[in-house]
């Protein structure tokens, strides 16, 4: 006896001191879990504070195979249907029939809250024999409140919900390539939200909790702690009442010109913000569904006559010529070196200022030899051509331009007016704004400001000049050229807005088609850039339309891509409050005074 | 008498322990509910804030415009002669003489 209690002592001893901390470490791993702390996602606005994205808490409805299968759960589920008590019905009924039974009650309650024929949920809960089944995604809190009255009302067990995140987003077809997407890890996929994916996301936290048999967790022995640190919140320089003026205009232009795609981006020229960025085809932010490529920093481009501006900056900051200087143009056709240009009119002499109005071919190359080939490589490095803008945004293209190593016989009559170069339209924006502001080459930003979640500012985005491209005076001499462009005698006429004097320039190019191994017959990429006032430019956009289609509608740059440009900027200076000029009627000639 | 003081004292503590662990754990559950309560009403101004923005979009004003067939037409931009800045308070006074 002494001898039996004495090992049973020392076995006692054994497990309880000895053994101690392995046995407390299993228990441990059975009942004391890390619960994660999710970090709630920063918040996305526009310039004036307008909600764009921000998180959601929703639930999703799961159910446990294994505690639909569970007896007792059944029993009791049953009880509370058919007013017995569980033992009343385990009298009653054998234990498949239990189980039959009440996944059938279920099926009956649940259907049409979860929004399922009975079947189909029949069907799904029968998918899986163990493990979790997902019935509903995405259940708002009201839903969930509702759902969850109901199933302990009806003593309905094993039925669970799990609370998750998911990015809500109050215009969800609206600046969609700019703000981009979640996946379903929640980590951000294009736009801002991934190139703010790190600031936005914050950190969780967590904190160790122990759960009773049930899974219930015991509160009163909460462990270590740690809180969320949750994401910074983001505004943007885009102005959503802009933006809309911009979707709405690309949205008649896409069902008015059929084309392949339009980009179309306006910035404040002064200091680069980027006030509105949109292309067709887009996609939808809530289901992901449609073309999701920024095109309008991703796509690049020949832009044609709009390329015009790099060799006229050039002559004038040369002081080559100023825009009185008169240039033979050789009636439409000019062979120099065994290389022809043409015009698509005949033109003879022609003033500086006449050759960018009337977009003369001839005209331009003339002036960029003037200039000299290694100059003029030198204008279009200067002019942010061929290397990222430097915007806010991943998946920017640096568009292409050639060093005079790699050009070819025909490159330099090429390149001058906008072929044999590859561009995005945020590119030639950016380089139309160095003439708008007096020459100098902005960055452009889309991303304002940070905040912490508490609103304070973290990190404050502000104008950032690149470089001096050109000087004050020789912009003054190439805006004085674009507002000739935007007049009765221009090409841009179109792109005029009633009130307002508008420079600009038009282009059109031919599409090059890599299938066809060269141009396509009757198939162009047009595009027109402009900004107003231009006497003290406010406002700069580009609208770049590829491959329109529009039947008897000429296609060039005047015709389809200006009437959309002076849509938009019509809407705009009134919704911005630009100051209208206050001059005379013929804008080009009260300007040449000055 | 001794032994009879220290049972009572031993008795007196571990009936403390077993209130005051009761009381804890009564306390720590309240605490979870009032943590649920919380989060439940936070989660319900989340989701009338994100339902307000939604009805609050510029798109979906205009479409329910649109739809409803609203009598409001856009005002062309060519008319507009003039637009008053309202931050102005000049301008303000001059417009609104009756507040004077």
Redesign the interface.
Known sequence: MVTVLSLLSIRLVYLQVVMHDHYAAIAASQHIRKEILPAKRGEITDRHGELLARNQTVFTVVADRNHLNDYDIACRGLAASEGISAKEVRRKYDRDEIRGRYLMRLVRVLAHPLEYQGWELQKKLNASQAGEIVLVRNVEEDSYRALKQLIDQESIGGIYFRQTMRRFYPSPRTLTHVLGHLNREGTGQEGIEKSMDAVMRGADGYRFIERDRRDHEITAYRGETKAPQDGHSVRLTIDMGLQNIVEEALSDAWFSCLPEKISAVFLDPNTGEVLAMANRPHFDLATREGERRNRAIGDTYEPGSTFKIVAASGVFDRRLVNRHTVIHCHYGSFTDNGITISDHHPYGDLTVERIIAKSSNIGTYKLSKQLGGKSFYEYMTKFGFGEETGLQLTGESLGRIKSPSEWSGTSYSRMPIGYEVAVTPLQMANALAVIANGGNLMRPYVVDTVFDDKGRVIQKYRPQVRRRVISEQAANEVRKCLISVVSPEGTGENGAVEGYTVAGKTGTARKYCAELGGYANGRYVVSFMGFLPAENPQLLGIIVVDDPRTGSLLRYGGTVAAPVFSKIATEAAAYLNLEPYRGGANLAKTYEGN | MRWILVVVVLGITGSSYVYIKNQ??A???R??ALEEEIN?VE??I??IE?RY??M?????VQRKLEFTGSSLRK?D??V?QK?V?RDTPAAYAVDTPRDR
Do not use: C, Y
Request: glycine share 4%; proline share 4%; hydrophobic share 35%.
């Open positions: 804890h754990v306390k720590s559950d605490k979870k439940q989660r319900e989340e989701t994100l923005a939604s609050m979009d510029r798109v979906a005002i931009p060519g507009v637009i800045n």
